[in-house]
């Protein structure tokens, strides 16, 4: 997507002029709609204008603003909750997001699934003196946050590592923040573990045991635990900044990658030889902000959400989406144009009891436009 010329409609809406994947100038309207969640499973409430979100840059785990749904070439969902235990305290317990098409409830489309333990802490053996986990401190409720996942920084190793003018240039000191989530906690490469906290969420597949708990050197972080959570994800956490075509920064083979293995990421997204290398493998699904396994899909916005484990009460809460569409025409000079809409980002927020809907419609536009018409130009949408 080339230059961006927008004009802000009304806060819940915007449009923007660039130019699309054929080189034709094309218009994209952006909406954002909201639904309040029922109190048991049922249908959503009437669907309410809502503002558009920007993006923030002094929040660490911003992943980019509504903006960046228009270049997106599938659905993310993503869910924002706590986990709860319905039988009272336990040390560990699954929770899941599955995406249905309506009508098979058996086969989603969209799936994850995230491990969360009671804190623990890290002891030495002193017979071996190898790391050993306590056992998970009963909890009834956990945060599903990117700062409760694997991940973080070696502030030991970063604040022993001295800069040198090289270091600073290549951004050297980066090799002590992880990065598939510089936020969480867990990462260990200086072997200092007085002041190690173990992440309460992790990916069933790929725990953190006491044997992978220091890594080797900072090059090791390849193979080091999977991130999870269902939250947006950072633009430049990886894999999804693999997607830019600029590389992992390490000289690992790809097999050593779980995205790879897992078929998240193709193996040549792992290096980077040359900058013309990278911008030849840049791909549109950088634009996806979701976590592995939530995007990877186009949905219609009538599917079913089955959650299971985020609430207090219900073991599973199912989130109907309410099969409403925009009706988008772009105006332009005395035409009017049908733009045909895409549904792009399904967020569900249980701490608010809210999902929102954000919608792209886009539409090639005449060549030979001026400036008069571009500035002149609107949109109309009609709920259907």
């Known amino acids: 997507m080339g230059r961006i010329h927008g004009v802000a409609v009304s806060a819940a809406s915007l449009h923007t002029v660039h130019r699309g994947e054929r080189g034709i100038p094309c218009?994209?309207?952006?909406?954002?709609?909201?639904?309040?969640?029922?109190a048991f499973d049922g249908a959503l409430s009437?669907?309410?204008?809502?503002?558009?979100?920007?993006?923030?840059?002094?929040d660490p785990t911003c992943a980019g603003g509504d903006l960046v749904a228009i270049a997106r070439p599938g659905t993310d969902v993503i869910v924002r909750a706590h986990a709860h235990s319905v039988d009272g305290p336990v040390p560990t317990m699954d929770v899941s997001v599955a995406v249905h098409d309506p009508g098979d409830p058996l086969t989603p489309r969209l799936f994850k699934r995230l491990r969360v333990f009671g804190d623990?802490?890290?002891t030495l053996d002193p017979s071996t003196g190898e790391p050993v986990f306590s056992a998970p401190a009963p909890f009834v409720e956990m945060p599903l946050t990117w700062e409760r996942a694997y991940g973080g920084c070696d502030e030991r190793a970063l604040a022993a590592h001295v800069p040198s003018e090289l270091d600073a240039l290549l951004g050297t000191d980066d090799l002590y923040r992880y990065p598939r989530n510089d936020v969480g906690c867990g990462y260990c490469v200086s072997g200092e573990l007085d002041a190690i906290r173990l992440p309460n969420v992790e990916d069933p597949t790929d725990l953190l045991t006491p044997a992978r708990l220091v890594l080797s050197d900072p090059d090791a972080?390849?193979?080091?635990?999977?991130?999870?959570?269902?939250?947006?994800v950072p633009a430049h956490w990886w894999p999804r900044s693999a997607w830019l075509g600029l590389g992992s920064g390490s000289e690992a083979p790809s097999d050593d990658f779980p995205e790879v293995r897992l078929g998240v990421i193709p193996p040549e997204l792992t290096a980077?030889?040359?900058l013309e290398e990278g911008a030849a493998r840049r791909d549109r699904r950088w634009f996806h902000t979701a976590p592995p396994g939530l995007w990877g899909e186009s949905l219609s916005g009538n599917e079913t959400v089955v959650l299971t484990g985020v609430h207090p009460r219900r073991r599973q809460v199912i989130v109907n989406l309410p099969d409403e569409r925009p009706?988008?025409?772009?105006?332009?000079g005395d035409q009017r144009l049908p733009a045909e809409a895409s549904l792009r980002t399904v967020e569900i927020d249980l701490e608010t009891g809210t999902v929102a809907l954000v919608w792209v419609a886009s539409v090639e536009l005449p060549w030979g436009l001026g400036r008069r018409d571009l500035d002149g130009l609107s949109h109309e949408i009609d709920w259907r």
């Open 27 to 38: 218009a994209s309207v952006v909406t954002r709609r909201v639904y309040a969640l029922p």
């Open 46 to 58: 009437m669907g309410a204008p809502a503002p558009l979100v920007s993006a923030d840059p002094d």
């Open 120 to 122: 623990r802490s890290v």
């Open 221 to 232: 972080w390849v193979t080091a635990p999977v991130s999870a959570g269902f939250a947006a």
């Open 272 to 274: 980077c030889d040359s």
């Open 327 to 332: 009706g988008v025409t772009v105006r332009v």
